[in-house]
Structures are given as C-alpha cells and as structure tokens.
C-alpha cells in the first residue's frame, strides 16, 4: 500500500497562505489557494508564479472564497463529489515535470444558474483583461449556453493550464444542455458550426449524451474545440474504439490503459457500469473534419475501495508511460495529510490523452476534499460484458 504521509513537498511552504491579498484562515479560499501553493512548488513553479495564481483562484471564485469552511457547501457543485468548486489535475510525460490545472467554478454560490453564468463569463472577461487575450471564440456563443432560463448541472467552469512566467493557458467549459438536454445535440452541431467546424459534430462516436462543450481561449499554439461524452455501462473493448482520431491511438493501447485504471484483469472485459466513463474529441483544423485529439477519462473513484488503490492504479500507469509516480505522491501529500485507505475520491479520474504531434499524457484528477471525504467503499461485483 502506498504511504504518502511522510511525504511533503520540497521547501517550507505554509499549510494557508498568510498574505492580505488572500482570504483569511478557515475559508474555502485559504484552503484551495494553499494547495494550489503546494502543488505548484511540485510542479516546479516558482514562489512569485504560485503566490499569482493562488491570487488568481481566489479572486476568480468570487464572495464564495471568504466563506468559512465551517458552514456547508454554498451550492451542489457539479464540479465534485462534495462540492468543492474546485479541482486539481496533473499531466504526465516522461522527463518533464508534471503540468499542474487548476477547474474552477467562478460562479458558484450565485443562487441560480443563470446568475453562475453571468457571474462565470464576467469571470472569464476579468481574465482576459488581465492576460490580454480575446474571448471573441466564446461570445460568438453566448446565446447557445446563456439563456435566460438555463437547465441542466452547470453554468460555466474555467481551467487554468499554469505556466512558469505568471501566464496561464485558459480553457472554458461549457454546458450542452443549457437549452434542454434534449437540444444538447442541436446546441453543440451548432457551436462547432459558428466555430469553423461543420463537420466535426458527425465524426463524434455513438454516446449516451454529451457531457460538455469547451474551447481554448488565450496563447495556445493551436486552440482547441472539444467535445466531450459519456458512455455507460462500456467495457475495454468497446472504449478501444471510441477514438476517431485518424490513425492513433491503437484500440489495444487504449483497452491496456482502461483495465489497469479500472483494476481489470488482463482479457477480462467486465461493464463499468456506475459513474459512466467519459471520451473527448479536440479539433483543431476544419478541412477533414476529423479530430486532432482524443482523450478517455476513467472515472476511478467509483471503481476502487479507497484511495490506496486509485494511487497504486495510477502509479502503475505512470511507469507504463514513463513517468515517475513520486511526483504524484508529493502531489497527494500537496492537497492532503489523511491516509489514502481512509477514503475515497481523492483520486477522481484518470485519463489517457492523445494529440497529433505529441506523446501520450497521463492525466490524475485530484480533489480538493474541502468539505468532505467520502468513506472506503464496499464494492459490489461489476457486470460482465455482452457478447
């Protein structure tokens, strides 16, 4: 079993941020900003770069960041399990350190999804201004995912790709079923239209529903559109050949990665049939209307007893593709001090991405736990797959 309560991140950081320009101990902002602290000194950034983007987050959340933990959640984020508005993530390639994401939701706690997307997308402007950027892609869509009646479990989320140098990347993630689920096709053929897409929309596999629509905003080399969509009740088998991106990744590679996260035996090809497993297609050039990128993202939290095996799973992976996991520890030991084996959903998903041009990343999501931690689970047996 993997021990990461000796570990602690290299320096001497604080457990809270204790500058004027942060909110006060005890708050949801204190909280999130000092693990972002920590996990940005694991992912090499300096002190003056961390101390920007912990500032950044906080004042991104709004009033919602002075909220003392004490009291409960101020709404039922979607973003995670105990509705924490934020969420961290690490990207893993050999020989690199870890590229470290911060998701936020700038809207939470605005009282109604209308007013967590006015809130989100004033949010998101705010950011632009700071970092000089154009968020022209996104208002050529308000209309499409900012109704006046908005339904569906989300506003807006932002995500921040952190760079050395104060400048992050900056991605928007976007509701499909703001205008009715049953229009969440409908709405996002026709996002991918507006944006220079007519045809990627057909390209997308067969899915139980699209998830979310969301697009790169500010200094990418190539900007994004990305689709993404849930799949029940699938097995390794059938997620090898989700992807439509022309000639990689192989079905084998991407069955391989779906049976270790997922704790399946080799050739078994069992249903994860609880929390459904996720597939995203990014596009970036229209003439084939084919994607550039694909993604799975399994969703290890409700596939494991506790964390301890979420980490030995995500361990494994990262040797696979030559990565080192110790980077993963210290970034576990970054956002918590509890004992894996004393809960689980620490460890939210674990993902495979693939991009024309470069290697596969290893992607862990981690969850900043800071209303709840979910008990060990007792699990039972999961359905065999079809034949």
Same mark, same amino acid.
């Given at each position: 079993m993997i021990d990461v309560r000796h570990r602690s991140p290299r320096g001497l950081l604080p457990a809270a941020p204790a500058s004027p320009a942060l909110p006060a101990a005890g708050t949801l902002g204190a909280h999130t900003a000092g693990q972002l602290l920590r996990l940005c000194e694991v992912a090499g950034l300096n002190a003056a770069d961390a101390a920007g983007y912990a500032?950044?987050?906080? #004042?991104?959340? &709004?009033?919602?960041?002075r909220r003392p933990l004490a009291l409960p959640a101020p709404s039922r984020s979607f973003l995670s399990d105990d509705h924490t508005p934020v969420e961290f993530s690490l990207s893993f390639e050999p020989g690199r350190a870890p590229s470290l994401r911060v998701l936020l939701e700038p809207g939470n706690g605005a009282g109604s999804l209308a007013r967590s997307g006015r809130a989100g997308l004033r949010a998101v402007r705010a950011l632009a201004r700071r970092w000089n950027f154009s968020t022209e892609r996104l208002d050529e869509l308000e209309d499409l995912f900012f109704p006046l009646s908005p339904q569906g479990p989300l506003a807006l989320w932002c995500a921040l790709e952190l760079r050395p140098g104060g400048v992050p990347r900056v991605k928007v993630y976007l509701n499909p079923a703001a205008c009715g689920a049953q229009r969440s096709a409908e709405t996002v053929r026709e996002a991918l239209r507006r944006l220079g897409h007519p045809q990627a929309f057909d390209a997308l596999p067969e899915s139980d529903r699209v998830l979310f629509f969301a697009l790169d905003l500010g200094d990418w080399d190539v900007p994004r559109v990305k689709v993404y969509t849930a799949h029940n009740e699938i097995s390794a088998s059938s997620a090898g050949h989700l992807s439509r991106m022309p000639g990689e990744p192989r079905s084998a590679e991407i069955e391989a990665f779906f049976r270790t996260a997922s704790g399946l035996d080799e050739g078994q090809d069992t249903l994860l049939d609880r929390r459904p497993v996720q597939g995203c297609h990014a596009f970036t050039e229209a003439a084939s209307g084919l994607p550039g990128g694909f993604t799975l993202y399994v969703p290890v939290r409700d596939y494991v007893r506790h964390d301890g095996e979420a980490l030995e799973r995500a361990s494994a992976l990262l040797r696979n593709y030559g990565a080192d996991p110790a980077q993963l520890l210290d970034s576990v030991a970054a956002v918590t001090s509890r004992r894996p084996e004393d809960g689980t &959903?620490?460890?939210?998903?674990?993902?495979?991405?693939?991009?024309? &041009? @470069?290697?596969? @990343?290893? #992607?862990?999501?981690?969850?900043?736990?800071?209303? @709840?931690? @979910?008990?060990?689970?007792?699990?039972a047996p999961q359905a065999g797959a079809a034949h």
């Open positions: 500032q950044v987050l906080t #004042t991104a959340l &709004g009033p919602v960041a &959903g620490l460890i939210a998903y674990l993902a495979l991405a693939h991009q024309a &041009g @470069r290697p596969p @990343r290893v #992607t862990v999501y981690i969850s900043s736990e800071a209303y @709840r931690v @979910r008990p060990p689970a007792v699990l």
